[in-house]
């Protein structure tokens, strides 16, 4: 009985649980595989926008170069309390990377931004500015699912007194993806591709130490 049990221990340590170790790893990098293939070229953001006359630096949309950027836009009755949550949360997880922009533009003037987080890393852009940004973004159809090139198909801005999505923009200014503000799997999609995506520090050049001659 006991050379039964460890032959059955030997077999579920070097068959079993390799297998399930490889089967869960694969699953893992064909779902983030699967996830990096929908992040795909929408165009680059361009001109020297001011997003915050507000700062000293008076920051524009060229400062967002270098770090990957969520925009989003609200009228002022967008700004409800499931909007002001999702926003602040979708912040907060990724600040300490200080490596992502969030970027809400008001789309009128009767907009409060006074319950939105607070940070450098937080900017909160004027109608005009809004507009300017949003003269280079599309709607997207993503209700029709995506064409044959892995893209949703977009179509131009035609009320700029309303934007119900998000969009991730990467370090080059570049559109990556479009996602519906409300919906779910997208807001599921949007916090995946934001971790995906957000830059890492680049890694310190290892340093030798000398022992001290003796």
């Known amino acids: 009985m006991k050379k039964i049990i460890q032959t059955v221990a030997l077999f579920l340590m070097l068959i079993v649980l390799p297998a399930g170790s490889w089967y869960y790893l694969q699953s893992g990098f064909d779902y983030q595989k699967g996830a990096r293939a929908q992040l795909l ?26 770090n ?57 852009t004027d109608v005009s500015a809004s507009k300017k940004i949003l003269s280079q973004l599309s709607i997207p159809k993503i209700e029709e699912g995506r064409g044959e090139d892995g893209k949703f ?24 993806n479009y996602y519906r503000v409300g919906n779910e799997p997208d807001l599921k999609r949007l916090v995946e591709h934001l971790a995906i995506m957000v830059p890492r520090e680049p890694s310190k050049k ?9």
């Open 153 to 176: 198909k977009i179509e131009p801005i035609v009320n700029m007194n309303e934007y119900p999505f998000y969009v991730l923009v990467d370090s080059t200014l570049t559109i990556r």
């Open 206 to 214: 290892p340093v030798l130490i000398r022992d001290s001659e003796k």
């Open 68 to 124: 990957l950027s969520l925009f989003s836009f609200v009228n002022h009755q967008d700004v409800t309390t499931e909007r002001v949550d999702i926003w602040n949360r979708l912040f907060e997880q990724f600040e300490e990377t200080n490596r992502a922009i969030f970027v809400l533009g008001e789309l009128d003037t009767l907009v409060d931004f006074s319950n939105f987080t607070e940070s450098k890393n937080c900017i909160y």
């Open 41 to 66: 070229d929408y165009g680059e953001l361009k001109g020297d926008i001011v997003l915050d006359s507000g700062r000293k630096d008076n920051f524009t949309l060229e400062d967002c170069r270098g």
